[in-house]
């Protein structure tokens, strides 16, 4: 159906709540006003959890909710033009950020107006970047699609982690915005290879590291897992944290499906690693917490894949969620440990 700024709250709720689509024809700063309080409506109508629920079945109705909610906020669309140029009164020019994630633009359609302000909010993290304590501060820009640096805790340990006694090789396996390879090459690395199956991150990363001036020591190829032959002084993998399956957008990024990239970093390290080497995983222990991942599982997979433990650098999460005690992941989340595990051919 088509709306206009006539169109209440209530009103948008019920239409897309039962599956019908608004088309809207008014204007770009109502929409979205109009998308929040449609959204905060749809928070008040949480459902209710049994106070004796696990924080397994908690884990498991946020997101069935999360995914309910960006279906029915969804359905507010927005009609698009050549060169994506939104056909409502004083929408913002979303050309450059659309081409820049999209590529040229196709046919003029529709876009949700939900997913037009995740481009812009995107776009303005790519044009100003993050900063990395790790980096001195310097900023690692995250195009979109790609998983921002914003966890600064790993990355930390990453730098203060003691290197093997011989680092010549080191090779980063899903690299993403390629922090961990700048990382490691401003520690003095001279030869990094940084991989990702993602054409968006490899072009993303290769950005960071020619503008932090890092690139002639990391070379850049597209591949899933390790390289197919070679060995390296040192190994880091930061898989999604979470196993599960992703849902939309940077889900990639925090679940990894049966824990498949976990398992296959650790039944592979071993033997790519020259005399000495170690090979460093960057973990979280959440889902063990949640009862997502049992207690035993990466001790299990380390002995299977023959690595020993040297050691394992902790700390505390940082980020705001660890604080919201409104959240019901909250005992989670505040308990929760980061670690850096450094592991050796047994």
């Known amino acids: 159906m088509r709306a206009d700024d006539t169109l209440g709250a209530d009103q948008a709720l019920r239409y897309t709540t039962q599956g019908t689509a608004v088309l809207w ?24 959890q049994a106070p004796d629920a696990s924080l397994l079945e908690r884990f498991h109705d946020g997101r069935q909710l999360q995914a309910q909610q960006a279906t029915i906020l969804g359905r507010l669309l927005l009609p698009v033009g050549a060169e994506y140029r939104l056909l409502v009164a004083r929408a913002p020019d979303i050309r450059a950020a659309a081409e820049a994630a999209w590529g040229p633009a196709q046919a003029p359609g529709m ?79 001279g030869r990094i290879l940084a991989t990702d199956m993602s054409t968006t991150a490899i072009a993303c990363a290769r950005e960071n590291l020619q503008r932090l001036g890092v690139a002639n020591q990391v070379q850049l190829q597209q591949l899933e897992g390790l390289p197919a032959d070679g060995q390296a002084d040192l190994i880091v993998c930061n898989p999604p944290w979470l196993p599960g399956k992703p849902g939309r957008g940077l889900d990639s990024a925090i679940y990894d499906p049966g824990g498949a990239m976990l398992r296959g970093f650790l039944q592979e390290a071993a033997a790519r690693l020259l005399p000495n080497g170690e ?48 959240d019901p992941l909250h005992a989670a989340r505040a308990a929760e440990i980061i670690s850096l595990w450094r592991l050796r051919a047994m």
């Open 25 to 48: 024809q008014g204007d770009y700063h109502n929409a979205r006003n109009l998308l929040q309080a449609v959204g905060r409506r749809l928070q008040k109508r949480k459902r209710r």
């Open 279 to 326: 090979a460093w995983l960057m973990m979280s222990d959440l889902a063990e917490r949640i009862g997502l991942r049992a207690a035993n599982e990466i001790p299990e997979l380390l002995q299977a894949g023959g690595l020993a433990v040297v050691d394992r650098h902790d700390t505390p999460p940082r980020h705001p969620r660890s604080r919201d005690r409104s």
């Open 111 to 189: 876009l949700p107006l939900r997913e037009v302000l995740g481009l812009i909010g995107a776009w303005q993290w790519q044009l100003r970047g993050v900063p990395v304590a790790a980096l001195g501060g310097d900023r690692i820009h995250p195009h979109y699609g790609v998983f921002a640096p914003t966890r600064s805790e790993y990355l930390d340990l990453v730098a203060r982690a003691p290197l093997p006694t011989q680092c010549e090789v080191a090779w980063d396996v899903g690299t993403g915005t390629g922090v961990l390879g700048a990382i490691l090459a401003r520690r003095g690395v």
